[in-house]
């Protein structure tokens, strides 16, 4: 039986009421080899959610043991609970062949780098911060102070754009998903991907 071809680890982030939950969702969706990296967390589920599906639910005390055994690819404290990337788990989806999604904030995203230099960093820009704004207020949820706090926020956030691989500007959700599946098709075949590929070829195989 023939291995499959060991699958791509990317990196999305974006700066928030970009769209990019929207996007991945979208590309795992319609694409049955990409999967979404789930993430240990210490916060409760909320409603709807599942282990080991949405996220792995663990104890502060797991948490900080994991820590202790360098299980984690990232982690970090949001809002008082703890979030952290799963190596293990994260090689095991890259070894049946799945390319693998990390959606996680920019400052995972430099962790995740430095520890996976292999790793393929897309950033998803809004159109333009005007855009954002109006997408921010549609939403009808956030109060003024908030959409002020998350505009500022974004515009720190995009500055760490210029660190990723690939930007994809979501002015259109159709064409976005597009430009990501493109970027997720053209990460496979990369020299890195075909050298065996190449080597079979001049070994007449």
Do not use: W
């Not at 502060?60 to 809002?79: N, P, T």
């Not at 990723?164 to 599946?181: C, K, P, W």
């Amino acid at each position: 039986m023939t291995t499959p071809q060991k699958g791509n680890v990317f990196i999305i982030s974006a700066a928030s009421g970009t769209g990019k939950t929207t996007l991945v969702t979208r590309l795992i969706n319609h694409n049955p080899d990409i999967r979404v990296s789930v993430s240990h967390t210490t916060r409760p589920a909320r409603e709807g959610e599942t282990h080991g599906k949405h996220y792995y639910f663990v104890s502060r005390e797991e948490f900080s043991q994991l820590i202790e055994q360098s299980a984690f690819l990232e982690h970090a404290e949001v809002f008082g609970h703890f979030y952290g990337t799963s190596a293990a788990a994260l090689e095991e989806m890259c070894q049946q062949g799945l390319d693998v999604i990390l959606e996680i904030d920019v400052q995972g995203a430099e962790q995740v780098r430095k520890a996976m230099p292999d790793a393929v960093s897309i950033f998803i820009l809004p159109p333009s911060m005007e855009v954002l704004e109006q997408r921010l207020r549609q939403r009808q949820s956030d109060s003024e102070e908030v959409i002020t706090r998350r505009l500022n926020e974004a515009e720190q956030e995009i500055q760490h754009a210029f660190a990723f691989d690939y930007i994809v500007t979501n002015r259109d959700l159709v064409q976005a998903e597009t430009d990501l599946l493109h970027i997720f098709k053209a990460a496979k075949l990369s020299l890195r991907n075909q050298t065996i590929a190449v080597e079979k070829v001049l070994q007449n195989q």
